[in-house]
């Protein structure tokens, strides 16, 4: 049986709204391994049940995790530490709220955090339960003065699933008091939700099949009145909404006539999805695999960061053979399976939802128009001055890290070195004289792009190095490329005493965009760029003009 098909099958199991430690022990999925990671564990009680139960989670998303287990240790020493993709501290606090105050031990917590913090640069996750709301936001709080540090809080989980989180009786014999019942529901949150959230770079974009996934019934056969929304599939679509309305882009991907569909969302007032929440839509007789290759292109984004959900198991592993690093859900009979694999799928989740996130989907529909507006003028310079164009150059404030590191993460196309600096390793350079970190925001009369460039840079005698340089996608084909990278650069304050500007560069699967860029300003071709320091005089950035008809500001 194809290992894709096994993986759907499972999802039952996998997502039913209370999963139990028999049913998943009793799962055999095959590793099919897509990513290995290693994650440290800094705790005072016992992590291996729940790490047992995650590992049908960890094999449906394709992930190996190897956890270094410490030894139960209170005080939170780190001994013998050694480097990981994660840290993750799994506390009991019950243990020191016995002895303490919760002020009390929140301060001496920080001291270990920012002993832990200094000692590694890899995302650091505390998992821990507290007795109240007000504490809650106090810990928030707590981690949040620390760069990349992520609260998991155990007591939420269960309170949302209405599951008792601790039971004493089991305490001593299993070495935590987290009740059974709990322990399915940490482990599908530890391998579905935060690990990847932490670590993955996210899903983008949903590619929707129509028939019997958003609603039941066939449209060519049933018409547009005679499919039926179900209560669950109504549930699915305002899921499927809301995750729209958070910045994931919706492809619509049907065989169907197109006209009809256009109609079905025309007239069905009670869908909660409409045409206009689709970014994309591939409505054909064609196959699927072409349709989302040329969804993720329109979109701007590679193929491994959409998730396809179809009900025919046959389009899924045809869609999967094609293109194997697409991500992909089973649509079930029970739509309300599917919302929650949805809910649960790796890398679909995400920590907080920025600003800038909600401004994707916006800002993708305007570059339609934008395009349009490009087949019409043929002037660059009225191009620009027609959209009016304002770039806000900005040696990034502490606020924007966040943003910044995120962007590190998810840029594939303009990313020239593929550091994907973490957090914490962005703060770091952040508070280094020799370091500079730069970041790029871009608005147009049609939309605010908000931040779409990241620059990093360290000074190294009279070498300015680009440790970093990414602009997002949604940047891209504007002309502007120049302007952003070597504006920026231009007004770093490193800059003003360098000889020379070197951009480190690493050859990756999806960055030919910007190796291409850099081999434009070093008078080679594309494939010649080599991996490593690639140098420009400083002068040619001195003698650089600037696109003149767009808006520069320096903040």
């Known amino acids: 049986m194809s290992l894709i098909i096994k993986r759907m099958e499972s999802q039952p199991t996998l997502f039913t709204a209370r999963p139990t430690r028999l049913s998943l022990q009793q799962l055999s999925l095959e590793a099919e391994q897509n990513r290995s990671v290693s994650v440290n564990v800094w705790r005072n009680h016992a992590l291996e049940s729940i790490v047992s139960l995650a590992q049908p989670y960890f094999a449906f998303g394709r992930w190996q995790v190897a956890f270094n287990f410490g030894d139960y240790d209170?005080?939170?020493?780190?001994?013998?530490?050694?480097?990981?993709?994660?840290?993750?501290?799994?506390?009991?606090?019950?243990?020191?709220?016995a002895n303490t105050d919760f002020a009390a031990w929140s301060e001496w917590l920080l001291t270990r955090l920012s002993v832990l913090r200094a000692a590694s640069n890899v995302p650091i996750i505390l998992a821990t339960w507290l007795q109240n709301a007000e504490q809650?936001?106090?810990?928030?709080?707590?981690?949040?003065?620390?760069?990349?540090?992520?609260?998991?809080?155990?007591?939420?989980?269960?309170?949302?699933?209405?599951?008792?989180?601790?039971?004493?009786?089991?305490?001593?014999?299993?070495?935590?008091?987290?009740?059974?019942?709990?322990?399915?529901?940490?482990?599908?949150?530890l391998a579905c939700h935060w690990l990847p959230a932490a670590l993955s770079p996210p899903i983008k974009a949903l590619a929707l099949d129509l028939d019997n996934t958003l609603h039941q019934g066939i449209l060519g056969e049933d018409g547009i009145h005679g499919v039926a929304l179900t209560p669950q599939h109504k549930a699915l679509q305002e899921s499927v909404k809301a995750l729209q309305q958070k910045g994931i882009f919706l492809?619509?991907?049907?065989?169907?006539?197109?006209?009809?569909?256009e109609d079905l969302f025309a007239q069905r007032d009670d869908f909660p999805l409409k045409w206009d929440d689709f970014a994309a839509t591939e409505v054909s007789w064609g196959d699927k695999a072409s349709a989302i290759a040329r969804v993720a292109q329109a979109l701007r984004i590679?193929?491994?960061?959409?998730?396809?959900?179809?009900?025919?198991?046959?389009?899924?592993?045809?869609?999967?053979?094609?293109?194997?690093?697409?991500?992909?859900?089973?649509?079930?009979?029970?739509?309300e399976l599917t919302r929650r694999a949805l809910e649960h799928y790796p890398a679909l989740w995400r920590w907080k939802v920025t600003a800038d996130d909600v401004k994707r989907n916006q800002d993708m529909k305007a570059n339609a128009l934008?395009?349009?507006?490009?087949?019409?003028?043929?002037?660059?310079?009225?191009?620009?001055?027609?959209?009016?164009?304002?770039?806000?150059?900005?040696?990034?404030?502490?606020?924007?890290?966040?943003?910044?590191?995120?962007?590190?993460?998810?840029?594939?196309?303009?990313?020239?070195?593929?550091?994907?600096?973490?957090?914490?390793?962005?703060?770091?350079?952040?508070?280094?004289e020799n370091s500079a970190v730069a970041c790029v925001q871009l608005k147009d009369r049609l939309s605010d792009s908000g931040i779409i460039a990241v620059i990093v840079a360290e000074r190294h005698g009279?070498?300015?190095?680009?440790?970093?340089?990414?602009?997002?996608?949604?940047?891209?084909?504007?002309?502007?490329?120049?302007?952003?990278?070597l504006w920026t650069i231009r007004n770093l304050p490193q800059f003003q005493t360098c000889a020379q500007v070197c951009f480190r560069v690493q050859h990756g699967p999806r960055n030919q965009p910007a190796q291409a860029w850099l081999a434009g300003h070093l008078q080679v071709a594309s494939d010649a760029v080599q991996e490593g320091l690639n140098g420009i005089p400083r002068q040619t950035l001195e003698q650089f003009t600037p696109v003149q008809s767009v808006q520069l500001i320096e903040e």
């Open 302 to 335: 590679s193929p491994d960061a959409v998730l396809f959900v179809d009900d025919n198991l046959g389009e899924l592993v045809a869609v999967t053979s094609q293109l194997p690093q697409v991500h992909a859900i089973h649509a079930h009979e029970n739509a």
């Open 74 to 97: 209170d005080s939170l020493m780190f001994a013998g530490r050694e480097a990981a993709d994660l840290e993750l501290l799994w506390l009991d606090s019950s243990r020191y709220l």
């Open 370 to 432: 934008r395009e349009a507006l490009l087949t019409e003028v043929t002037d660059p310079e009225e191009y620009l001055r027609n959209l009016q164009v304002t770039l806000v150059f900005n040696r990034a404030q502490q606020e924007h890290l966040s943003r910044l590191a995120d962007l590190c993460k998810k840029t594939n196309q303009f990313n020239l070195a593929m550091r994907r600096f973490s957090l914490s390793e962005l703060t770091e350079r952040y508070n280094s």
């Open 136 to 189: 809650h936001q106090q810990m928030q709080a707590l981690v949040d003065t620390l760069p990349d540090i992520y609260f998991a809080d155990i007591g939420s989980v269960c309170a949302e699933a209405r599951v008792e989180l601790l039971d004493m009786r089991i305490a001593v014999a299993t070495g935590s008091p987290i009740s059974n019942a709990a322990q399915p529901l940490l482990a599908r949150k």
């Open 251 to 261: 492809a619509l991907v049907s065989r169907n006539e197109r006209v009809d569909v």
């Open 462 to 485: 009279d070498l300015l190095i680009i440790e970093e340089l990414c602009i997002s996608c949604r940047a891209l084909g504007r002309q502007l490329e120049d302007t952003i990278v």
